[in-house]
């Protein structure tokens, strides 16, 4: 699987150098360039364990970084994203409703996506965007009955997704609404019993500002 990710991202910036070569003779965009965003997540995960019965829900983190934009041909563009966020989620046990268990990862995470401007007027511009996206874990921490465990090595230390979504610029100023949908197994543990498979599921709103 790390040589997977790997591929995945060499192939991700061969994409990307191709994609920005022939972009760079465009004419500016004033929906395009550098700029800043932050906001709010709600992540989960699709967690499984043989042979348990697993509850999961959601909790609430932050994601912020820094993008960067250019226009490929006609509405068509492509943003290149860094981010901070986080990730995981609650989970309880059917055995044990009431002690609730959580999951904190931190990523710095790559998106790379395509965006197309759907429609323009006085000043605003709305788009839709997809594309894969690509995550290094910076930290993990597992909180079970309150108490907060630095962990390392019970998660993959990448991640690889699909995001897609869509917003509002109006003027220098974005409005962004995204679901990533992680696509590989990212717990890294073997056990002895009941094998579980975890996959991150995070929606996004944030705010930004280009310049």
Do not use: C
Request: net charge negative; hydrophobic share 40%; charged share 20%.
């Amino acid at each position: 699987m790390r040589v997977q990710a790997l591929t995945f991202t060499g192939l991700a910036v061969v994409w990307l150098a191709v994609a920005v070569a022939p972009a760079s003779a465009q004419a500016p965009s004033p929906t395009d360039g550098f700029g800043v965003k932050g906001g709010v997540t709600n992540t989960t995960l699709n967690l499984e364990i043989p042979d348990f019965a697993v509850d999961t829900n959601r909790q609430t983190g932050f994601t912020a970084g820094a993008f960067y934009g250019v226009r490929l041909a006609g509405p068509l563009h492509l943003d290149v994203e860094g981010l901070f966020t986080t990730k995981g989620a609650k989970y309880t046990f059917s055995e044990d409703p009431v002690l609730e268990n959580r999951l904190k990862l931190t990523y710095l995470e790559v998106p790379v996506l395509a965006r197309v401007n759907v429609w323009r007027g006085g000043g605003t511009t709305g788009y839709v965007s997809g594309g894969p996206s690509f995550a290094f874990k910076l930290k993990e921490v597992q909180e079970e009955d309150g108490e907060e465990t630095p962990r390392d090595n019970d998660t993959k230390k990448y991640d690889i997704g699909f995001a897609f979504g869509g917003g509002v610029m109006f003027g220098r100023w974005i409005a962004d609404a995204r679901y990533t949908l992680g696509v590989i197994d990212i717990i890294d543990v073997e056990f002895p019993f009941s094998q579980p498979t975890a996959k991150n599921r995070s929606f996004s709103l944030t705010a930004g500002y280009r310049w």
